[in-house]
């Protein structure tokens, strides 16, 4: 089971996520934190590591005096698991109940309306 994020926690793995290296570097967070909108104490930052950490979502390799993270979960993972946690428990794993609530409360734009249908018909996931 894939453990839930606090909404900080889930911001720093956005920035991971969005990496395109291999491997995450402190300042490469501390700056993305910023560029969001949501500068962070180094301490903080570093408190939100060790707990990505220990939830098993970033693994850390001391390279000299800096950490080199890398990602353990993936996005997809994170949003799969998020999503069949949500449908669990808002509309008791029905999948069907999640899209006409989306449908007749007019919650999707026509284009993702569109998008959603032709997904529908073709029988495969996005992509």
């Known amino acids: 089971m894939v453990p839930q994020l606090s909404d900080a926690e889930l911001e720093i793995m956005k920035i991971v996520w969005g990496n395109p290296e ?14 969001r909108g ?3 104490q180094k301490n903080t930052l570093i408190v939100l590591l060790s707990r990505l950490m220990k939830k098993g979502f970033l693994h850390a390799k001391k390279t000299g005096r800096r950490n080199e993270y890398t990602v353990l979960i993936s996005e997809a993972e994170y949003q799969t698991a998020q999503t069949q946690c949500f449908l ?24 993702e309306y569109e998008e959603l249908k032709r ?9």
């Open 22 to 35: 291999e491997v995450t570097l402190f300042p490469y967070i501390l700056e993305g934190l910023a560029a």
């Open 119 to 127: 997904l529908l018909e073709k029988g495969t996931g996005p992509g």
């Open 88 to 111: 669990d428990k808002i509309y008791e794993g029905s999948a069907a109940g999640l899209v006409s609530n989306l449908i007749m409360g007019d919650l999707l734009a026509e284009e």
């Open 38 to 40: 949501r500068p962070c």
